[in-house]
């Protein structure tokens, strides 16, 4: 699947919630269903700055893919990540770097979060994006 064909899948199951508390009880569900993370991973190296909670991101490039996996110690921001993961992961450096996330805003999801929550998940779709444009110049090397 595509990036925005993952984004319409999540705007379309985020619909079917009649309020937020239905909505971050989704979220709670999607961090929970996260695979863990390998403990070499959970270490400064890979915490992400700007987040108020520690999230743990690690990508790696498999046959021209970027692979995610992440972790949080926040139950929230753990399924904020766990979405991250799910549009992202699995796509080209390519697709990632010129990725529109919509998503974002079609589910209110930064209006629905606390300041440092929202600044969080920008740092994340930073971070998520910076290893992208390392990895598309790694392919082009």
Known sequence: M????IQEEII???AFFEDWMQRYEHMIALGKSLPLVDPQY???EFIIKGCQSKVWLHAELQDGQVMLT???DAIITKGIVALLIRVFSGQSPEAIVNADL???DEIGLKEHL???R???LVSMIKQIKL????YQSQLKA
């Open 102 to 104: 919509a998503f974002v």
């Open 42 to 44: 959970k270490t400064d």
């Open 12 to 14: 379309d199951e985020f």
């Open 70 to 72: 992440a972790d949080s």
């Open 131 to 134: 290893y992208a444009v390392a």
């Open 114 to 116: 606390s300041p440092t």
């Open 2 to 5: 595509t990036i925005a064909e």
């Open 118 to 120: 929202a600044n969080g």
